[in-house]
Structures are given as structure tokens and as C-alpha cells.
């Protein structure tokens, strides 16, 4: 368990966007100071919010590795294959979100930045 938790952190570190900018075009360096303090803020806000998709990312796969845990070891139990079965939905619910979210925030700014 703790080598899938050391294989899922290493694919979150990959996934930065530190990692995926290499093969994006670099900046234009001739803007203007004001321009460039904004354009700082907005890298920061965006690195921010990938950082936290990435934890909700890491947090859901962990979820179902639990859950797995929960299903392998209910014994038969309505009540623990329930809690199992939500666990699940609520990781499968995360993992979705965390992996658009970034997907939209890497198009955003492929775009606009």
C-alpha cells in the first residue's frame, strides 16, 4: 500500500504544471513591469488551484484504496459493504472532478495566458 501511495505521489508531481511546462512556448520577456507583477499573481492563483486538484486527487485515490480494504473485508455486512459502496462513489466522484478541474485549467490557460 504505502509503494501505490509513493507511485501516486510521484504521478501527482508529474502532473504539475512545472513538469508540463517545458513543452509549452516560453513567456514573452519584453512585457511591461505592471504587466509582469499581474501576470505573477495569476501564475500563482493558477498554481494554487492545481495544487489543490492535485490533493483531491491524491486524497480520492486513497479513498479507494480504502474502500477496497472496506469491500475485501466486510465478511458479508450490509451495513459495511453500504459504507464500502459510498466510499467508493465518493472517491470515483472526486478523482472526476479533480482530473476536469485540471483539464479546464490547463485549456484556460493554453489559451488566455
Known amino acids: ?7 501516486n505521489l510521484i504521478l501527482a508531481v508529474l502532473w504539475s504544471n512545472k513538469t508540463l ?3 509549452i512556448e516560453p513567456e514573452n520577456k519584453t512585457t511591461s513591469s505592471t504587466t509582469k507583477s499581474s501576470s505573477i499573481d495569476i501564475n500563482f492563483l493558477i498554481e494554487v488551484v492545481t495544487l489543490l486538484f492535485a490533493f483531491v486527487f491524491i486524497i480520492s ?3 479507494f484504496l480504502f474502500s477496497g480494504l472496506k469491500f475485501m473485508t466486510a465478511g458479508g ?3 459495511v459493504l453500504e459504507s464500502a459502496h459510498k466510499t467508493w462513489i465518493a ?3 472526486g478523482l472526476i472532478v479533480s482530473l476536469l478541474g485540471y483539464i479546464m485549467i490547463y485549456i484556460l490557460k493554453m489559451i488566455f495566458l
Open 91 to 93: 472517491s470515483l466522484t
Open 21 to 23: 511546462a517545458q513543452f
Open 1 to 7: 500500500m504505502i509503494k501505490t501511495i509513493k507511485y
Open 77 to 79: 455486512s450490509e451495513s
Open 61 to 63: 485515490i486513497i479513498g
